[in-house]
């Protein structure tokens, strides 16, 4: 062998792979976040081609395209590396790219190892007793809905059927539509159109809930933080906040009446005819994809149904199509009903009274990215345990399903106690009520602080210069 052979190769090697990699880069495009074209994403800065994919989990994430997913990607992915990156096609990189939440902490790998151990990988979606409890409450809903139909209505028909409208939205389409029920793609669409069953869209939901799992309580990303405005605030805003009036003043008075129009509002929403969910909009969510359009016809076609279903259908049975107070009275008993099950006790999850309602405060001080992980954990809480979980289909776990959100709702029970234990030694807050009454109370005293700028003007007597702590 030639004398220094070996450094010889290593040269020539290095000049090939400097070579290769400027042609990789020559070949990338460069363009800023508004830039991506709708069967794009970006995640970490990087573009990739989402046409030629085939995603294990379906086509659910052709959703997103043209948009920046990195949070989205890494909440629903908690076991991928950057290898698994590499089976989607590379195809440039964002110029703007800014992240303003961190991966990878100590915190982070803890509570996954941990968690992991109790839940096997693979063995995370829904169980044998999750499927059984999920039918039952489906043949419930069924069983009045055809009475609903073939009958006529009636007071007491109006509430049973209403809350188990809301028992379809907690127990099954939630996990379904996180992609929690099972690793086969047509299990979840397929209960994920239990969303479409009680009045509501699974896209839109997936447009607006999984960009408030990415942001929550992020007051400028997360679409549910304003999602009431103007009557109601759940964000806590500065005094002199342009959001606030004096009607706030009294929204913990009225915050159950307003709630109460959730179903109206989500059954006459022209949103279905174009299914942009303008909560995610707002914030800067692009959703004018090929995907998205596909899916219209069949948002507008389900919408159809259920309003022929439940609003036209009591009309005919019990009065020939005839007006009738008492028939619309029923109506809106109904929609009340379903509208308080669910509203009421999603309100509990981020509007609490120790809740961080400013989970990015430390970047705009330090220009440091904060821990997701975390921030998950103090802007949620949890209440009751295995119990209360079989009602709202695990949502009282609201810590354990931001930290993992495509994990089955029936493995929270399990995982909790090390979840808390773990927050303990890193010091993160985790918020706790043994009882639904004392987290729905908490609730109550938040509205009021939020509403009246309680907060707000405690810091200024403790700081009259600053008005801050």
């Not at 970490?44 to 949070?71: A, C, R, W």
């Amino acid at each position: 062998m030639a004398p220094d052979a070996d450094k010889l190769r290593q040269r020539q090697t290095t000049a090939v792979a400097k070579h290769n990699a400027a042609t990789i880069s020559t070949q990338e495009r460069l363009c800023s976040l508004s830039s991506l074209k709708g069967e794009e994403v970006c995640i970490d800065g990087i573009i990739y081609d989402l046409q030629s994919f085939d995603h294990p989990g379906g086509e659910t994430i052709k959703m997103f395209g043209g948009n920046d997913v990195t949070v989205q990607y890494k909440m629903i992915h908690p076991y991928h590396t950057e290898k698994h990156l590499e089976k989607m096609k590379r195809v440039g990189k964002v110029t703007d790219f800014v992240c303003e939440y961190k991966f990878d902490t100590g915190f982070e790998r803890e509570i996954k190892r941990e968690v992991f151990k109790i839940v096997r990988r693979g063995k995370d979606f829904g169980t044998l007793g999750w499927f059984f409890r999920a039918f039952c409450y489906i043949a419930i809903f069924f069983y009045l809905q055809y009475h609903w139909v073939t009958t006529g209505t009636s007071w007491l028909l109006a509430v049973a059927y209403g809350v188990s409208q809301a028992m379809i939205g907690m127990n099954v389409q939630h996990d379904a539509n996180h992609g929690a029920t099972s690793k086969r793609p047509w299990v979840n669409d397929m209960l994920g159109l239990g969303a479409d069953f009680i009045g509501g869209s699974k896209w839109l939901w997936q447009e607006q809930h999984w960009t408030h799992h990415a942001y929550t309580n992020h007051a400028e990303m997360d679409p549910d933080s304003f999602g009431a405005e103007p009557m109601l605030l759940f964000n806590d805003y500065p005094l002199d906040h342009p959001a606030r009036t004096w009607l706030h003043r009294f929204q913990a008075f009225f915050y159950m009446p307003v709630l109460a129009g959730y179903w109206l509002s989500a059954v006459f929403n022209p949103q279905i005819l174009d299914l942009q969910q303008r909560g995610a909009l707002s914030v800067g969510i692009r959703l004018d994809n090929a995907f998205i359009h596909s899916r219209r016809k069949y948002a507008v076609f389900w919408r159809a149904v259920y309003i022929a279903v439940n609003v036209i259908a009591p009309f005919y049975t019990n009065s020939g199509l005839e007006w009738s107070w008492r028939v619309f009275g029923n109506i809106m008993l109904m929609g009340v009903a379903e509208s308080l099950a669910l509203a009421v006790l999603f309100s509990l999850s981020h509007n609490f009274e120790s809740a961080d309602r400013d989970p990015t405060a430390p970047l705009k001080k330090t220009g440091e990215p904060v821990d997701w992980f975390k921030t998950q954990v103090e802007t949620s809480c949890t209440y009751g345990g295995f119990l209360s979980g079989c009602f709202t289909g695990g949502l009282n776990f609201q810590v354990e399903h931001h930290l993992f959100p495509r994990m089955s709702s029936a493995w929270y029970p399990y995982i909790a106690p090390k979840v808390r234990e773990i927050c303990a030694k890193h010091g993160v807050h985790y918020a706790y009520y043994p009882w639904i009454h004392q987290n729905f109370l908490s609730t109550v005293r938040y509205m009021h602080a939020a509403g009246t700028g309680a907060n707000w003007r405690q810091m200024a007597r403790e700081n009259p210069l600053t008005g801050r702590a």
